[in-house]
């Protein structure tokens, strides 16, 4: 494989693994989102950010 052929390949896999790693974080952060949403929701149910 040629120096410029592997560099692209080098290249190509950094890319998908960023993307992932990217993909990974957000769905993480969605997670937290969604549960900060719930815990939000059953505080208002119960009213306990009554003072």
């Known amino acids: 494989m040629s120096d410029d052929r592997k560099l692209e390949a080098e290249e ?3 890319s ?3 993307a992932l790693e990217a993909e990974a974080e ?3 952060e969605r997670d937290a989102a969604h549960k900060q949403g719930l815990i939000e929701k059953e505080t208002r149910e119960h009213r306990l950010d009554e003072g």
Do not use: P, Y
Request: no cysteine; proline share 0%.
């Open 16 to 18: 998908l693994d960023s």
């Open 12 to 14: 190509a896999e950094a």
């Open 26 to 28: 957000h769905d993480l």
